[in-house]
Each structure stands twice: as C-alpha cells, then as structure tokens.
C-alpha cells in the first residue's frame, strides 16, 4: 500500500513556514521515515538523529518544493541522500552490532517459536544486503512506495529499481534456503520473487518526538 500524499493546503502552508503545518507533515510521514532509516544504519540512537536531519532538510528544502511532484518521492531522495552521506562517512569504521532487542519488533501475535526464527533470519538476510538493494527492497516491501517512486527517489531507472528489489529478494530467499528456513508462501510467480513483506507484517516502530522545525 503507497504512503498517502498530504493535503495540498496543509503542505503549501508548510512552505510559507507555517511549523503548525510542518508538524502535521512530520507527524504523518516519521514512523516510515524512522522505520526505513533504522533498517538502513542498525543503530536507534543514529536513526533518531538522521530522521530529525531529514526532517530539517525537508523544512528547509519545502519552498522550493514543487507542488507537481508527488511529496512522498522528494521525502525519500531527502532521506536516501543523508542516509548515503552518512553510511559514506561512516564506511571505514566497524559497525556496531545491534542487539536484536535494540531494532523494531515485528508484529507477530502467538506465533510460534520457529516463525519466530524465521522473522529473525529475514531480517538477518535484508541485513547482509548490498547497500542499493537493500534501499529498493526497504522502499518497497517496508515503506511502499511504487516501483516508479522508488526509481525517482534513488533517481536510478524503473528497470534498474525493478531489477534490483528481484535481485534483494532473491538473495534474501537464498540467505533462508542455506539456513534451511522456508517461510514464503507458495505463489503462481517464481519463489525467487516473493516478497519480503510475505514473511511478516512490517514493523510499526513510534519514533521519537521531533520538532516541527
């Protein structure tokens, strides 16, 4: 399902600096923002940081916003170019290793243990993937976006964003197999295909409180 665009009075007030406007923006738009940075860099304490970062730059860029361009596309290149800016930065220094209690629980009522594992196993597999595709597939099976928003947000082409989310999803399913995991369900398409999202309802994460400004 693709992020709902915001009501054109509330965003072209937002632009004249309206913060009361803003929040609303901020408020509708920071849990997937927060979510799909989260995911990117495995630390919350940077993901908090980086998703207040994107919400100023998308204050300070809004004047120049045109009103033709859908707002979910622009607010996700926001937070595709900072989050590059800082995997650039941070690319020489190991990583911290992010206890799993640390990142977003996946919304599983009574599932048993073996699910359990597999969600873990999925997550381990998006995890290990290079950093493009893993911005497609999160943009896609985690945020929502179409396959033509996500090409405009990482201003690559349709077919190569087609091409990389069945390259991520086709890595993760082989990540699974080597694990002897088998969660996707059985589709008319090629197992290779199935999607991410099959394996468990997409974390729902409350970010912390931003400003509007």
């Known amino acids: 399902m693709s992020?709902?665009?915001?009501?054109h009075g509330v965003l072209r007030k937002a632009q004249r600096g309206d913060e009361r406007a803003f929040s609303i923006i901020v408020r509708a738009y920071q849990i997937p923002v927060y979510n799909y940075v989260l995911r990117m860099v495995g630390d919350r304490s940077l993901a908090e940081d980086l998703t207040q970062e994107v919400f100023l730059r998308v204050f300070q860029g809004l004047p120049r916003f045109s009103l033709r361009s859908k707002f979910t596309t622009w607010?996700?290149?926001?937070?595709?170019?900072?989050?590059?800016?800082?995997?650039?930065?941070?690319?020489?220094?190991?990583?911290?290793?992010?206890?799993?209690?640390?990142?977003?629980?996946?919304?599983?009522?009574?599932?048993?243990?073996?699910?359990?594992?597999?969600?873990?196993?999925?997550?381990?597999?998006?995890?290990?993937?290079?950093?493009?595709l893993k911005m497609a597939l999160l943009l896609r099976d985690v945020v929502g976006l179409s396959?033509?928003?996500?090409?405009?947000?990482?201003?690559?082409?349709?077919?190569?964003v087609k091409w990389r989310i069945w390259k991520a999803r086709e890595d993760v399913q082989l990540a699974l197999a080597r694990e002897g995991i088998e969660v996707f369900e059985?589709?008319?398409?090629?197992?290779?295909?199935?999607?991410?999202?099959?394996?468990?309802?997409?974390?729902?994460?409350?970010?912390?409180?931003?400003?509007?400004a």
Do not use: M
């Open 147 to 160: 396959y033509g928003e996500i090409a405009e947000s990482l201003e690559v082409t349709l077919a190569t």
């Open 186 to 212: 059985e589709r008319e398409v090629p197992a290779a295909v199935a999607p991410v999202a099959a394996v468990a309802t997409v974390p729902v994460l409350a970010p912390p409180a931003l400003p509007a």
């Open 3 to 7: 992020l709902p665009q915001p009501d």
């Open 75 to 132: 607010l996700f290149q926001v937070t595709k170019n900072r989050v590059l800016d800082e995997l650039r930065a941070t690319e020489r220094r190991p990583r911290a290793v992010v206890d799993l209690d640390d990142i977003p629980p996946l919304e599983v009522v009574d599932a048993p243990f073996e699910r359990l594992e597999a969600i873990d196993a999925v997550w381990r597999a998006v995890e290990r993937l290079s950093v493009d």
